[in-house]
């Protein structure tokens, strides 16, 4: 974090401080989980067991340990799927499959919640690779291109854009089929997944 | 970590791995708690708001912040202990508050192994700083002395040791006398708070 008020950049706060913000954090993420759902526990353990293995060595760790050994070298699409599914898609799956656990759906509904969620999930990395290639730094606010610049393993980069494209856009259909046995109350996820493919920034 | 094997001591994994470590085992830690007790989630969920408590901003993190900022200031006899309470006493509690739980405790009966994990925890601290000036380093396996020359805010340099001894002894008595409603099945852990004590290392 940075004050972002001086000339240069001077952080606000320590490295030390910063890791110790980053523990207190996941540790409420399981507290404020833990403390819901007092008639159903079974839901709410449910639910902290779904986090955990999403943020955890089988999850989001995991992913950034790969993204850390890739560094330099070029992933196969497999692989940078691969590492995406573990770094950033396992917590959208998750919050999506807790809420619906929480919420008291079937497990062919949490089933579905979760799909849609891992194609989300993935549409928006693909999109974000695509935005880095052709975005307008304006509109995003923050640089484009820098993928290409620090060799970043992308999807236009191993690709194309033209395919990357198709990619998120299949990835964006099968989520809102996946939530075909639900009505208009799912219309917000559907919106949701919408958003992903439509948005400029 | 250090290799432990060269001349210089050289780190064996960088400093984002560790980090990322820390973050592994903290969400193992309540990715376990949760997938245990399936017959009875509402003490398996106590178990996880226990932990979470003790280990984030209302305990081991706070106190790591308050340790920071207390760095270079002496502090008094009552912040330092709640220093210690927070930093170590809280999961030392949490410990033994969740396996209480966990087994079936009543509420006296986990109050009582919370007050015996709270004196032992700050018994252990309390005699650790006694160690830390007339301990046998041969023994302990590190350094003797090493608060006095970093000024490191202890029991003895704030009381003596003579009254430092005191308080030991005191906590140790205070944690047995709280296990006075449990029989030999307390055994092991009136055990324990004697080992604290009679500790040389």
Chains 1, 2 share one sequence.
């Not at 403390?35 to 995991?62: D, K």
């Not at 062919?108 to 979760?114: E, F, G, T, Y």
Request: charged share 25%; glycine share 8%; with cysteine.
């Amino acid at each position: 974090m940075t004050t972002g008020c001086g000339e240069a950049s001077r952080p606000a706060f320590d490295e030390a401080t910063a890791i110790l913000a980053g523990d207190a954090l996941l540790t409420l993420a399981f507290q404020v989980l833990a403390s819901t759902e007092a008639r159903r526990p079974e839901r709410a353990l449910e639910a902290v067991r779904i986090l955990a293995a999403a943020a955890g060595p089988s999850g989001m760790v995991q992913g950034q340990m790969l993204d850390m050994h890739s560094e330099g070298r070029t992933l196969t699409p497999e692989d940078l799927q691969h590492l995406h599914a573990l770094k950033t898609g396992a917590m959208i799956e998750a919050a999506l499959a807790a809420g619906a656990i929480v919420a008291g759906g079937s497990p062919p509904q949490v089933d579905a919640i979760r799909e849609y969620g891992r194609a989300i999930g993935l549409a928006f990395q693909v999109v974000d690779d695509i935005l880095n290639v052709e975005g307008d730094p304006a509109v995003m606010g923050k640089a484009a291109g820098t993928d290409r610049v620090r060799r970043k393993n992308s999807y236009p980069t191993l690709w194309g854009l033209e395919k990357s494209r198709e990619f998120a856009h299949n990835l964006t259909q099968a989520a809102i089929e996946s939530l075909s046995d639900f009505g208009v109350e799912a219309e917000a996820l559907r919106t949701i997944a919408r958003y992903v493919i439509e948005r400029n920034k």
